[in-house]
């Protein structure tokens, strides 16, 4: 398949290039520059640019970064690579800018257009004065500014909120093409990943679906009654996770807490046929966590928690903190689920009991109970979810961009994986977070929604082991999400194995190619 805008890219230049090409004015040639966030292209942007480009002989097209848009919380829609090439592609358009700087003046002083082009909606209320400052900079050198006519309105905004368009696959290969991933790449990081140890610490909880039919309702009291059709139980919270790595070839290695009861034996039993090496403390003053969803005609009616969240004693913290120290491994999986094992008082201990140079991952799944993924402080990997993230820093409002460098920031990690749920991911690779490539989105690719429940602990596993194949930030993404995706369409949080990730991979690769 040919390169997505392989013909336009030779117009993407850096601010510095283009000051090179056109010369300082006076120039033979008149440049005309505009800015925007071109997020979505339409008739209105497009009388802009043409009617710019009739006043000049080089037209320059400026748009502002991912990480300075601030129009919505997930904004912007479509990442500014592929942004810049919808630009490129047209033919009035001489050169494109990707501009890292919060507004134009810099370049604009750079650059030093002749003419530098307005929408009308600039001047229609009076001069707005984040556009005086650009006059003021423009009139320094001797420049003009003009405002396109405006017989055509439109809102990028309106339009993306009242149909949103899907790109997923033309983001992923414009990502892909970035760094020269290929969908066989890809498959050769997959068939590296088995034989890699690594060791899991974290909260087991048992996953009990208890199915029944409605008979009615108590007649005296607001008493639902169900008749009992079967139960099924799965290991899950950190053993799940434990599970997907053993699924994907790893060898696993899994210290956790169980009470003395029979779902430890069912924990025990299951993790043995799944192949994982279960190290468990047993403390006979808590029970093995269970989380038991009475179901009804395909809907949840309620949830029976039976657990004990208080934090776990020293003398286990110790046991564990020695497992942690001696396990030999290539990485170690901190799982917390807040059922006692993780807290401020624990996580110091533990964390400081990891070996020099081991990876180092953590996910802390707080749900409706005290947590901070932020106490994991110093690790290679971390994903949150959108609402965690916003938890660990009391942020509700920010958009999604500055809530990942603030959490990147405050954890000091290496790499943070953002869950967004059905919206995809959203990946933070370096703490310079002014670079064009500092973030990354990648889609969900979920085709048929079955059960989203533990698409983030198939995404924590494979994201793992691809992070230690390829030492790729998008190849452990993108793999990380096609497992997420392929357990959103299976019942029940069950293991993904590495041909299920293949078979997900196989069809995106033929959307992509429109087999």
């Given amino acids: 398949m040919e390169s997505l805008g392989s013909h336009f890219k030779h117009k993407i230049k850096t601010p510095e290039e283009i000051a090179q090409l056109i010369g300082e004015p006076p120039r033979k040639r008149k440049v005309i520059m505009c800015h925007g966030v071109f997020d979505v292209v339409h008739p209105g942007h497009l009388r802009h640019l043409l009617y710019a480009k009739s006043k000049a002989d080089i037209l320059v097209a400026s748009l502002t970064a991912d990480r300075h848009i601030s129009k919505g919380r997930y904004r912007p829609h479509i990442p500014q690579e592929l942004r810049a090439l919808n630009l490129a592609a047209f033919e009035m358009v001489d050169y494109v800018i990707i501009d890292p700087e919060p507004t134009p003046l810099k370049n604009l002083t750079l650059i030093k257009p002749d003419i530098f082009a307005k929408g009308y909606e600039y001047q229609a209320s009076g001069l707005p004065l984040k556009t005086q400052d650009e006059l003021d900079v423009i009139r320094s050198y001797g420049g003009e500014i003009i405002f396109t006519p405006g017989d055509y309105v439109f809102s990028s905004s309106a339009l993306i909120e009242a149909s949103p368009p899907s790109l997923r696959i033309e983001k992923l290969m414009t990502l892909m093409e970035s760094v020269d ?33 409605m008979i009615g309702g108590q007649t005296k009291t607001p008493t639902i009654s169900v008749l009992f059709d079967r139960r099924t139980d799965y290991v899950g919270g950190a053993g799940v996770v434990a599970e997907h790595l053993k699924a994907a070839g790893a060898d696993v290695v899994f210290s956790t807490v169980l009470g003395e009861d029979a779902l430890k034996d069912f924990v025990l039993e299951g993790l043995s046929k799944s192949g994982v090496q279960c190290r468990p403390v047993i403390d006979k003053t808590r029970p093995t966590t269970n989380k038991n969803a009475i179901i009804s005609g395909g809907y949840r ?121 059905d919206k995809g991911v959203l990946t933070c690779k370096h703490g310079d977070h002014q670079a064009l490539d500092s973030f990354f989105v990648v889609d969900s690719f979920v085709d048929r929604l079955v059960d989203g429940v533990g698409a983030g602990d198939a995404l924590l596993a494979y994201a793992t082991l691809s992070m230690l194949a390829s030492k790729c930030e998008l190849t452990a993404t993108i793999i990380g999400t096609m497992a997420a995706a392929c357990e959103c369409e299976k019942d029940g949080n069950v293991p993904i194995n590495i041909e299920d990730v293949h078979h997900k991979l196989d069809a995106v690769e033929r959307e992509a190619k429109f087999d």
């Fill in 181 to 213: 991933l290929t969908f066989d790449k890809l498959r050769r990081t997959l068939d590296t990943l088995g034989g890699r140890r690594v060791h899991v610490v974290g909260d087991t909880i048992v996953d009990t679906f208890t199915y029944t039919s």
């Fill in 301 to 421: 009616l309620l949830k029976v928690d039976t657990l004990d969240n208080r934090s776990i004693s020293d003398q286990i913290v110790l046991t564990l903190a020695k497992a942690v120290a001696t396990e030999k491994a290539e990485a170690l999986v901190f799982s917390d689920f807040r059922h006692g094992m993780f807290n401020r008082r624990t996580i110091p201990t533990l964390a400081d009991a990891v070996p020099d140079g081991m990876y180092k991952v953590a996910d802390s799944q707080v749900a409706s109970r005290w947590g901070n993924i932020t106490e994991f402080r110093g690790f290679d990997l971390i994903t949150p979810n959108e609402r965690e993230a916003r938890f660990a820093l009391g942020d509700q409002d920010s958009g999604i961009r500055p809530l990942a460098a603030d959490i990147y920031d405050a954890a000091q990690c290496k790499t943070l994986i953002l869950k967004l749920g």
